[in-house]
């Protein structure tokens, strides 16, 4: 009887990418917060989640490159950047857009915004990773 997954460890593969993906995600999380706090008093809580935002992206592109998906096929260097930073739009809207909401209309929020970074993070993280799965790292 055929299955739709080729080999029979193949929805045990993607939960460990989800995993690795995850442990990611808190590294770039961490990498986002100091990004957001080291520039908060030059650029201003939104400037500041921008620019981190850019960063934690491209750190987490790399190690997802190097770790969670490194058995796959590996495209040019900028050419997958690139294609990871644009299939992530639709997480980095939902991400920063919880983000932006909570700053602006919660003065907890305001005075921690590391509270924002992680539930934009969480917000956006399964989108990211079926756009990563699917699109970056094929």
Not at 96 to 123: K, Q, W
């Amino acid at each position: 009887m055929e299955t739709r997954f080729a080999p029979a460890t193949r929805p045990h593969a993607a939960f460990g990418e989800f995993f690795r993906f995850g442990a990611v995600g808190a590294l770039g999380f961490v990498v986002d917060t100091a990004t957001v706090y080291a520039l908060a008093g030059a650029l201003g809580l939104y400037g500041a989640g921008a620019i981190a935002y850019l960063v934690a992206a491209s750190t987490n592109w790399a190690l997802n490159r190097i770790w969670t998906f490194r058995h796959r096929r590996a495209d040019g260097l900028l050419r997958q950047w690139a294609r990871f930073l644009v299939t992530n739009t639709a997480g980095f809207v939902v991400n920063r857009g919880v983000y932006a909401a909570l700053i602006a209309f919660s003065p907890l929020v305001h005075a921690h915004p590391v509270l924002a970074v992680a539930a934009g993070a969480i917000a956006g993280m399964g989108l990211n990773f079926f756009a990563a799965r699917r699109f970056v790292f094929r």
